[in-house]
C-alpha cells in the first residue's frame, strides 16, 4: 500500500542542501581528526624511542644500577622487586628514610645557626651534626631500610630479624635527637627552647623545624614498627619464617655472600 501513497513527483533532494555545495569539504574535519590522532601516535612513538635510548646510555654507563640518581651504584626499585600487597608499606617507610635524610641536613643547618648565635656548645653541636649526616645516613638506609626491602624481595627470615632489631635502636635514636641535650650535635627540644629565651629567633625557628623533622620521621617509624609489626609479623610467619628456621637462614644468607660478596646484600640474587 505504501507505494500507492507514495508522491511519484517528490523531490530526492532536500530542499535545506545547496546542489553547488563541494561534497569534498564536508570530509574535511574527519580528515583533521585522523591527522591530528596521526601526529599525537607519532609524538607518543619519538618519546618511547627517546626513554628507550637513555635507559639504553644509562645501562651502558651504569648497568641496571639506578639508585642514588646522581651517582646510581645499586638497583632499588619497589614497584619491580616488591610484592604488590607490600609495596605500600615499603613505601612508606623508605618515604620515612627521605624525611630522615632531609632531617639531618635540616639539624646542620640548625646547629650552625646555635653557633652564630654564641652557644657556647654550639662547635661541638656543629660537629655533631656534620658527623651525622655522613654516619647516621648510610647506616640507617643499611641497617634498617634495607634489610625490611630485602626481606620482603627475597623472602628470607634473617633480613626481618635485621629490621627489629636495628629498627628498635633507630628509634632509641631519634627520641635522643628531639630531645636535644646541648653539645650532642642535635637542635632539638632544649637547644631551641634556649634559643628563644635567649632572643636568637632565627636559631630557634630553625631549631624547631629540625624538632618538628625528628619527631615526625620518629613517630612514623614508630607507627609502622609498632602497629605495622603485626603486618610484618604476619607476613613473616605466612611465609614460613620462625624462629626454629633461624639458622638455616643465616646459613642460607652466608651462602649467598659467599657466592655473590657484598651484591647479594643489593641484588634479588
Known amino acids: 500500500m505504501s507505494e500507492f501513497t507514495e508522491n511519484p513527483f517528490a523531490s530526492s533532494h532536500s530542499l535545506d542542501t545547496n546542489p553547488f555545495d563541494d561534497p569534498s569539504s564536508k570530509q574535511v574535519p574527519q580528515h583533521d581528526a585522523r591527522f591530528e590522532d596521526i601526529s599525537r601516535r607519532e609524538q607518543d612513538l619519538e618519546r618511547r624511542e627517546r626513554e628507550l635510548n637513555q635507559r639504553a646510555e644509562h645501562i651502558r654507563t651504569h648497568g641496571r644500577n639506578n639508585w642514588p640518581p646522581f651517582y646510581p651504584l645499586i638497583y ?14 615499603i613505601t612508606r617507610l623508605y618515604q620515612l628514610w627521605l624525611v630522615l ?62 629490621y627489629f632489631f636495628f629498627g628498635g635502636f633507630h628509634l632509641l635514636f631519634s627520641v635522643y635527637m628531639i630531645i636535644g641535650i646541648p653539645s650532642t650535635g642535635s637542635a632539638g627540644l632544649i637547644q631551641t627552647i ?9 636559631a630557634g625557628i630553625l631549631g624547631t623545624i629540625a ?47 659467599a657466592s655473590h660478596g657484598a651484591k647479594a646484600y643489593f641484588t634479588r640474587g
Open 76 to 89: 632499588h626499585a619497589i614497584s619491580e622487586e616488591i610484592p604488590e600487597a607490600s609495596r605500600p608499606l
Open 101 to 162: 635524610l632531609g632531617t639531618l641536613i635540616l639539624n646542620m643547618v640548625a646547629c650552625i645557626s646555635l653557633l652564630i648565635a654564641g652557644s657556647s656548645d654550639g662547635g661541638k653541636d656543629l660537629g655533631g651534626s656534620i658527623g651525622y649526616m655522613f654516619i647516621i645516613a648510610p647506616l640507617s638506609f643499611l641497617l634498617w631500610y634495607r634489610p625490611i626491602y630485602n626481606g620482603y624481595m627475597k623472602e628470607q627470615a634473617l633480613y626481618y630479624y635485621f
Open 194 to 202: 634556649q634559643m628563644y629565651a635567649q632572643g636568637h629567633w632565627a
Open 211 to 257: 624538632t618538628v623533622g625528628w619527631t615526625v620521621q620518629g613517630l612514623g617509624n614508630a607507627f609502622y614498627y609498632r602497629q605495622g609489626h603485626l603486618q610484618i609479623w604476619n607476613h613473616h610467619s605466612a611465609a614460613g619464617h620462625t624462629m626454629d628456621k633461624g639458622a638455616d637462614a643465616v646459613l642460607q644468607a652466608k651462602a649467598e655472600l
